[in-house]
């Protein structure tokens, strides 16, 4: 009974009361009536106020605490409310609210190490299955032309040549991962400087028309001639971007297709567009084609010598300019990849006065 708030509200009451009433009895005029009804109405209202301060403002918090340290000690933190909002004139508040933070910021650290344990399992097995792939291949060859192919002029030539293709692909892989690790890690710096951006796009073109010709794909470049497409980044890492998405659209387009480049300057931004019309990405690979290795067809994307990085080497240069990748695409239809740019706005030199 004393462990309850109505338990100790009656015996806190009946003392209060039995106090109120030996105090009249010391009064001369004091009546029995008179001191029945104050015994009354003091035991009343001592019950009311001490039982409803002890079960909102301590039991209630009291209880609120025990819930969170069990759900702690099971490992079971759903259902755990912040209450940062919620007032109250109770001294157990801060504590619960002290409790209910640590043991949120507890779920949140474990959330995030138990993706980052997770992250790394898929990393280990995918950068394994990458590395594996080409190294097998130069092994093949190899230890094909160690035991006697190499004798015949004609075989040592293509297996040789097929060997280097691999190491060249394995040269490539390590680089963009060392080219990724620096991004995330900080050490590759961003150097800015003013260029022509449209200039940039017309001499990667340029580059890439021959593996276009190949496919028989044509690249259309718009722009509006009346305008200027300055802008103020890290020129050679933008390079890299456009290669990267002017690249992709002529790998995964359909042979004969076409690829639409477009570049638009609006207010204080340039926006680039690179649109194919080949096969499209699917709703349920978009929100992944930016993560490391990840491929929509990963049998093709080997087939057409992709590490699975560009993407992901695409977002982080552009999140380093303070910009994001944004993707559209429609299965069967093609699809689109866009980013922004900061205009470099040049005021013009003011005339000088003459006397």
Same mark, same amino acid.
């Given at each position: 009974?004393?462990?309850?708030?109505?338990?100790?509200?009656?015996?806190?009451?009946?003392?209060?009361?039995?106090?109120?009433?030996?105090?009249?009895?010391?009064?001369?005029?004091?009546?029995?009536?008179?001191?029945?009804?104050?015994?009354?109405?003091?035991?009343?209202?001592?019950?009311?106020? &001490?039982?409803?301060? @002890?079960?909102?403002? /301590? #039991?209630?918090?009291? !209880?609120?605490?025990? +819930?969170? =340290?069990?759900?702690?000690?099971?490992?079971?933190?759903?259902?755990?409310?912040?209450?940062?909002?919620?007032?109250?004139?109770?001294?157990?508040?801060?504590?619960?609210?002290?409790?209910?933070?640590?043991?949120?910021?507890?779920?949140?650290?474990?959330?995030?190490?138990?993706?980052?344990?997770?992250?790394?399992?898929?990393?280990?097995?995918? &950068?394994?299955?990458? @590395?594996?792939?080409? /190294? #097998?291949?130069?092994? !093949?060859?190899?230890? +094909?032309? =160690?035991?006697?192919?190499?004798?015949?002029?004609?075989?040592?030539?293509?297996?040789?040549?097929?060997?280097?293709?691999?190491?060249?692909?394995?040269?490539?892989?390590?680089?963009?991962?060392?080219?990724?690790?620096?991004?995330?890690?900080?050490?590759?710096?961003?150097?800015?400087?003013?260029?022509?951006?449209?200039?940039?796009?017309?001499?990667?073109?340029?580059? @890439?028309?021959?593996?276009?010709?190949?496919?028989?794909?044509?690249?259309?470049?718009?722009?509006?001639?009346?305008?200027?497409?300055?802008?103020?980044?890290?020129?050679?890492?933008?390079?890299?971007?456009?290669?990267?998405?002017?690249?992709?659209?002529?790998?995964?387009?359909?042979?004969?297709?076409?690829?639409?480049?477009?570049?638009?300057?609006?207010?204080?931004?340039?926006?680039?567009?690179?649109?194919?019309?080949?096969?499209?990405?699917?709703?349920?690979?978009?929100?992944?084609?930016?993560?490391?290795?990840?491929?929509?067809?990963?049998?093709?994307?080997?087939?057409?010598?992709?590490?699975?990085?560009?993407?992901?080497?695409?977002?982080?240069?552009?999140?380093?300019?303070?910009?994001?990748?944004?993707?559209?695409?429609?299965?069967?239809?093609?699809?689109?990849?866009?980013?922004?740019?900061?205009?470099?706005?040049?005021?013009?030199?003011?005339?000088?006065?003459?006397?």
């Amino acid at each position: 009974m004393l462990t309850t708030s109505r338990g100790i509200s009656l015996i806190l009451a009946v003392a209060i009361s039995a106090l109120t009433v030996a105090f009249l009895m010391l009064m001369d005029d004091a009546t029995p009536t008179l001191l029945i009804v104050a015994g009354g109405i003091s035991f009343s209202v001592s019950y009311i106020l &001490i039982n409803v301060t @002890l079960e909102f403002l /301590i #039991f209630k918090e009291i !209880g609120h605490i025990y +819930t969170v =340290l069990g759900k702690i000690q099971k490992k079971d933190l759903t259902g755990i409310a912040d209450g940062s909002n919620r007032t109250s004139i109770s001294p157990l508040r801060k504590i619960n609210k002290t409790i209910n933070s640590y043991a949120l910021a507890k779920n949140k650290e474990i959330e995030t190490l138990q993706k980052n344990a997770e992250f790394r399992r898929e990393f280990i097995a995918d &950068i394994s299955h990458e @590395l594996k792939t080409p /190294i #097998f291949a130069a092994q !093949g060859y190899v230890h +094909t032309l =160690l035991d006697g192919a190499v004798d015949d002029k004609e075989v040592r030539y293509k297996f040789l040549k097929r060997a280097a293709k691999s190491l060249n692909a394995l040269d490539k892989l390590v680089h963009d991962l060392l080219t990724l690790s620096q991004m995330e890690s900080g050490v590759n710096k961003f150097h800015f400087e003013s260029f022509d951006l449209r200039e940039l796009l017309q001499e990667l073109i340029e580059e @890439l028309e021959h593996k276009a010709e190949k496919r028989d794909i044509l690249i259309r470049f718009f722009y509006d001639k009346d305008k200027t497409f300055k802008t103020i980044a890290d020129k050679d890492k933008i390079f890299r971007v456009c290669q990267n998405l002017i690249s992709n659209a002529i790998k995964y387009n359909n042979d004969g297709g076409e690829v639409e480049i477009r570049l638009k300057s609006h207010k204080n931004q340039i926006t680039v567009e690179v649109k194919d019309n080949g096969k499209g990405i699917p709703p349920e690979d978009l929100k992944r084609i930016f993560e490391r290795f990840y491929r929509v067809e990963k049998s093709r994307s080997r087939e057409k010598g992709g590490t699975g990085l560009g993407l992901a080497i695409v977002k982080h240069i552009l999140e380093g300019h303070k910009s994001k990748i944004s993707v559209s695409s429609t299965v069967g239809k093609g699809s689109i990849f866009s980013f922004e740019l900061p205009l470099d706005q040049v005021l013009p030199e003011k005339p000088k006065k003459t006397q």
